[in-house]
């Protein structure tokens, strides 16, 4: 039992999927561009066992991941990096474009899993994969890969023209032949660099949970800061209205327009403030009215998006808030009324 059938019907959920331009963009065009690689390029792939042993092992590392909550690591385990190096390694014996299917692949179902555990498998939740349209994970993650394949697949043709590497262990020398004696070839052996690149994942997967769990932090505590800038802003606004005044709330942050504030989480190109009027997106703080004056409105409510937080993001700024007095910024929002006082 899947959970669109506590919401939509699977028909009627798919169909929207497909016509919503940010699943198109994020999910479905990707999706569709890795069909048509996959069918064209996967009989070209020599090593298919090879190939399928790291695909299992990248898919079942990402998935693990996903389910303790270790979001973006997959991103590094399973495609940018894995496919890339093996390339490097494997030269035209593995097909560099053959990457961008391979690293949607290896995103894409992670990403699945992900949603559907994060909100327990309830209503159509796969339409938070790909819902950032070209700016989601799952359009620049293969894109990144495929575009660093084929660099490092010119970068080994140019270092194997040269005889600097060879995936080969060894070669025999026809000079060395008569005299049953074997030549060792300069360059790098294939069990050589495979355990270069083990040991790399090995420190990798050490140090990046850390990271990745101060990158969260961090965007968590710049959400928050946000938050009790608009806060500020919104009772000094209406602390101005007793001498008369009209205040907009855009001239209050720190000086700042609204909108030239980004949001912590997607960066530039979504402001931190949400001020026209609709639903947040993970980060940005929404604001119900900008313009306050003597005549109105008797309240305002401030509340913090997380609708499109990745992994355990949205519970990290959720705390962040709640570290802050702030328990139901996330939920029901915080009233600052007209006489100044806020009401968690």
Known sequence: ???????????????IYFTTPSTLEGGVLPGVLSGILLWHFAPRIKDRRLVFGFFSAALTFGLWLQHWGATGLHIFSGSVILWPLLVFLQGD??????????????????????????????????????????????FLIPLEAVTLSAILNGFGNWLRRRGLFDRRGFVRSA???SMGRRRTE??????????????????????LPQYFQYIQTAKAQAVTANFKMAVDAVTNAYA???????????????GQAAKDIADPV????????????????????AITSSVISAAGPASVTLTVGTTGCSGSLGT??????????FPHAASSGVVVTQNGSVQN
């Open 1 to 15: 039992m899947f959970g669109w059938e506590q919401g939509l019907p699977l028909v009627t959920a798919v169909r």
């Open 93 to 138: 014996r593995l097909p560099w474009p053959a990457v961008y299917p391979l690293a949607f692949l290896n995103t894409w179902i992670p990403d699945l899993y992900g949603a559907g555990a994060a909100t327990n498998w309830s209503s159509h939740w796969f339409f938070g994969v790909g819902g950032a349209g070209f700016r989601d994970g799952l």
């Open 175 to 177: 000079s060395h032949e």
């Open 186 to 207: 300069k360059g790098f052996t294939l069990i050589e660099l495979m355990m270069v690149i083990a040991i790399i994942g090995i420190l990798a997967a050490i140090a």
């Open 240 to 254: 101005a209205t007793n001498n008369g005044q009209v205040s907009n709330v855009y001239t209050t942050l720190n």
């Open 266 to 285: 997607y960066g530039r190109g979504t402001p931190a403030f949400l001020v026209t009027g609709g639903a947040p997106v993970c980060g940005q703080v």
């Open 316 to 325: 990290s700024i959720a705390a962040a808030l709640s570290s802050a007095q």
